[in-house]
Structures are given as structure tokens and as C-alpha cells.
């Protein structure tokens, strides 16, 4: 399974655009913007969500309808991110793919966070129906906060790795 | 005189000791993502193409707060990671364009919150405040921008 992962990276490593933004000097700092340009607006329409499931903040809005209004492009955001990541690891997947780091991150991390994410957007519906939110509400909002921090220091971590 | 604050104790402490200053990075990522992408979904909004159903004013009024917080910590987080090298970062004309960036997009997201409530007022919103949210939207994209530019042409960050 490893060694097709690392074929697989190569392959990436090999393609034009994977050659593009590793040896291009504009690309590269291109690449990251899509990338954190996308996990600006994942990441903050996620943490709205959280935190108003939360109870943390203004009540203008029921977790309800924040969740509706933010739906789409809290997915937009996340494909965004998604085809920056991609990028970035087809520049030089192979060194990605044994950094310890990097392996919590993607290997382990974003996958709980994002079903957890999933979980909760789809829960949002229920437990938002009113301005308070249940107990189940609060402790599902702060766990998927938690996740993402666990995430990005993962992500923070890989350099130094 | 940046490179002596570079050794005041504290900032030694902070920038010698791995937990710390990683602690400081994911803050400083943390909350600038929840910052910017804050800010964006109002502009998203004022240029009509996110949460239309939604009053510009309740979303606004909704979202700010939690932006602003982010922003105060994203400053306090970045201005600590900038102690610890300011001798390098200070005379960076790269990181100088990153803090016109910063200053130019505040400018923005204050008048696109000062006019969400008088936007939300009239039947449609004006064209002058769309273009000023996309505006503000682009300055937070440049200032992205900028922040990565540093890393690649000054081997800085």
C-alpha cells in the first residue's frame, strides 16, 4: 500500500504541473495562496458553525441558519484548499509522504476532523433549532475546534520534521 | 536595535523553546484563517453571492465579533513571531508590503462593517459596496499573498 503511494507521489512529482510548482520561484508562493486562501474560508465558516453550536458569541443567528447560510461555500472553501494541497504535493509528495508530520496530519487528523465536520454540519440542523443549543451541541462544536487545531499543528510541525 | 530585542530574555525564552514558538504558529494560523475567512463571507454576502436569503446586517452583526477576536490574536501571535527574528524581519522590504497589505485590508473590512447596516437598509445593495467588498476580499487574498512571498524570496518565516 506504501510503495503504491510512493509510485503514486512520482508519478505526481513527474507530471507538468508537479514540476511546475517545484521548480518555478512564483508557483510555489501561487500554490500556498490557493491553499491557505481555502482554508481561510473552510476554516473560518467551520469555526463559525462551532462556535455558535457553542453558545460562544453573538445570537443573531440560530446554529441553523448559520449553518444553511454558510453550506456552500464552506465547501467551496474546502475544495480550494483540497486543489491547493493537492498542488503543493505534487511539487514534492515523495519527501511529504515520510514526514512524520505530514502522515499525522493527513493520515490521520484530517480525516477525523473532516468526518467529525460532516457529522456535526449535518447534526446543526437539530441541534440548532433553537437560540440556546443542547449539551451534545456544545461538547460535538468544541471537539471539532479541538480537531483542527490538531490539524494545523500537525501541519505547523511538518518543516521541522 | 531590532537585533537587541531579538535578546531581551523573554524572547529568547519564547524563540529557543520549540513548544512555544510552535504554539505561536498555530495560533497565528488559526486565527488568521478564522479572521480572513470571516471577513470573507460577509464580503461574499454584500456582493450577493452567499447567504442571500440572509440579511446583511443579522450576518454581519452575526460574524464580526468572532472575526475581530480572531484578528486581535492573530496580531498578538504575529507580533510575538516577529520578536523573535526582528532583526531579520524588520528591514524586509517583503514583510514591509505584508504590513501595507494588512493596513490597506483593515481600512476595507471597517468601511464593508460600517456599511452592512446602512447597506442592508436600501432594496438593493449599492454597486459602489459590492465593488468595495470585493476590494476588501482582494487585499485579503494579496495579503495572503505577500505572507507567502516572503518565505520563497527571502528564505524568511
Known amino acids: 500500500m506504501f510503495e503504491l503511494l510512493v509510485s503514486f507521489a512520482k508519478w505526481l512529482e513527474g507530471t507538468p504541473w508537479g514540476i511546475g510548482v517545484r521548480t518555478s520561484l512564483w508557483a510555489y508562493p501561487f500554490t500556498q495562496l490557493i491553499h491557505f486562501t481555502g482554508l481561510s474560508i473552510w476554516i473560518g465558516t467551520n469555526l463559525a458553525l462551532d462556535l455558535r453550536l457553542l453558545g460562544w458569541g453573538k445570537h443573531r443567528e440560530t446554529a441553523a441558519q448559520l449553518r444553511d447560510d454558510l453550506f456552500a461555500w464552506n465547501w467551496i472553501g474546502f475544495c480550494v484548499a483540497v486543489l491547493g494541497g493537492f498542488l503543493l504535493f505534487s511539487s514534492t509528495g515523495s519527501t511529504f509522504l515520510v514526514n512524520v508530520a505530514f502522515r499525522w496530519k493527513l493520515g490521520v487528523f484530517v480525516p477525523l476532523a473532516l468526518t467529525w465536520h460532516i457529522v456535526v454540519q449535518s447534526k446543526a440542523r437539530t441541534w440548532g433549532q433553537t437560540s440556546d443549543t443542547p449539551m451534545i451541541a456544545k461538547l460535538s462544536g468544541l471537539a471539532e475546534i479541538l480537531l483542527w487545531i490538531c490539524v494545523i499543528t500537525a501541519a505547523v510541525e511538518i518543516p521541522n520534521y | ?157
Open chain 2, 1 to 157: 536595535m531590532w537585533e537587541a530585542v531579538e535578546h531581551w530574555q523573554w524572547v529568547e525564552t519564547f524563540s529557543s523553546t520549540g513548544w512555544m514558538y510552535a504554539s505561536v504558529s498555530v495560533i497565528h494560523y488559526l486565527t488568521m484563517f478564522w479572521f480572513i475567512g470571516s471577513v470573507a463571507v460577509v464580503d461574499l454576502r454584500v456582493m450577493g453571492v452567499a447567504a442571500r436569503k440572509r440579511n446583511v446586517a443579522e450576518l454581519a452583526a452575526q460574524v464580526f465579533p468572532w472575526a475581530w477576536t480572531g484578528m486581535v490574536l492573530a496580531l498578538l501571535s504575529g507580533f510575538m513571531m516577529f520578536l523573535a527574528s526582528a532583526g531579520d524581519w524588520a528591514p524586509d522590504p517583503v514583510f514591509h508590503v505584508k504590513l501595507l497589505m494588512i493596513t490597506l485590508s483593515l481600512v476595507a473590512t471597517l468601511i464593508v462593517q460600517w456599511g452592512a447596516p446602512r447597506w442592508a437598509l436600501s432594496a438593493e445593495i449599492p454597486a459602489w459596496a459590492k465593488v468595495m467588498a470585493l476590494v476588501c476580499l482582494l487585499l485579503w487574498i494579496g495579503t495572503i499573498l505577500a505572507a507567502s512571498e516572503i518565505p520563497a524570496m527571502e528564505g524568511l518565516g
